[in-house]
């Protein structure tokens, strides 16, 4: 398996258009570098949720998630499933966003996610973020979007159990959802595992990515 390293990080991005995306697409990628990385910073922004039982969740979540780091966490009020209608909210939100982090990784939704809302934050970041490594990460749904991702990101068996263990406690307004549950989540995970020689793995979409073969 090719690796590419992106050498030291000790800012990153994460973002979501509802509480939970977070930690379904990228949950162990955040354990993961947050245990190699302690005193990280993650600015963490998410568009809807804000004021609700789901902020509260959103926050316990994530701070389990980024264990050690420097976790500043912004969540909005947009309505969940109207990102289109709220554009220059939405687009407000990640250019405040751009203005006071410079990071080294940028983790987004896909750009082709079928979710109007996943899409919708995920263009925004491509051109809020342009000279930033920025890697789109999937979640199942009912809609069946998941292809063929460029970028893995392999996971330790403890993480990725880890992983769901935190998605189960911190998410209960979600575990009425029959995809939300334990088979998924891992499932998932085997199968990125298996395309790049793991036992799991999370996997992420590449817009574009400039090399420094040289350097």
């Given at each position: 398996?090719?690796r590419?390293g992106?050498?030291?990080?000790?800012?990153?991005?994460?973002?979501?258009?509802?509480?939970?995306?977070?930690?379904?697409?990228?949950?162990?990628?955040?354990?993961?570098?947050c245990?190699?990385?302690?005193?990280?910073?993650?600015?963490?922004?998410?568009?809807?949720?804000?004021?609700s039982?789901?902020?509260?969740?959103?926050?316990?979540?994530?701070?389990?998630?980024?264990?050690?780091?420097?976790?500043?966490l912004?969540?909005?009020?947009?309505?969940?499933g109207?990102?289109?209608a709220?554009?220059?909210?939405?687009?407000?939100a990640v250019?405040?966003?751009?203005?006071r982090?410079?990071?080294e990784?940028?983790?987004?939704?896909?750009?082709?996610?079928?979710?109007?809302?996943?899409?919708?934050?995920?263009?925004?970041?491509?051109?809020?973020?342009r000279?930033h490594?920025v890697?789109?990460?999937?979640?199942?749904?009912?809609?069946g979007?998941?292809?063929?991702?460029?970028?893995?990101?392999?996971?330790e068996?403890?993480?990725?159990?880890?992983?769901v263990r935190?998605?189960?406690?911190h998410?209960?307004?979600?575990?009425?959802?029959?995809?939300?549950?334990?088979e998924?989540?891992?499932?998932l995970?085997?199968?990125?595992?298996i395309e790049?020689?793991?036992?799991?793995?999370?996997?992420?979409?590449?817009?574009?990515?400039?090399?420094?073969l040289?350097g």
């Amino acid at each position: 398996m090719i690796r590419l390293g992106v050498g030291r990080l000790d800012r990153i991005v994460v973002v979501g258009a509802h509480c939970d995306d977070i930690a379904i697409g990228a949950g162990g990628t955040l354990l993961t570098l947050c245990q190699a990385r302690p005193g990280i910073r993650v600015d963490a922004l998410v568009l809807s949720g804000g004021g609700s039982e789901r902020e509260q969740e959103e926050q316990a979540a994530l701070t389990a998630f980024c264990p050690g780091a420097d976790l500043r966490l912004t969540v909005h009020k947009l309505p969940d499933g109207r990102l289109p209608a709220h554009w220059e909210e939405a687009k407000a939100a990640v250019e405040e966003l751009r203005e006071r982090t410079e990071p080294e990784l940028v983790l987004a939704p896909r750009t082709d996610d079928a979710h109007q809302d996943h899409r919708g934050l995920a263009k925004l970041m491509t051109t809020a973020f342009r000279d930033h490594l920025v890697l789109g990460y999937e979640i199942v749904k009912w809609d069946g979007d998941v292809g063929r991702p460029a970028a893995y990101q392999p996971l330790e068996t403890e993480t990725a159990e880890e992983k769901v263990r935190l998605l189960q406690e911190h998410y209960p307004s979600q575990r009425h959802r029959p995809w939300y549950d334990r088979e998924a989540f891992l499932g998932l995970a085997r199968i990125r595992g298996i395309e790049c020689h793991a036992r799991y793995a999370e996997a992420f979409a590449v817009t574009k990515l400039t090399l420094n073969l040289g350097g």
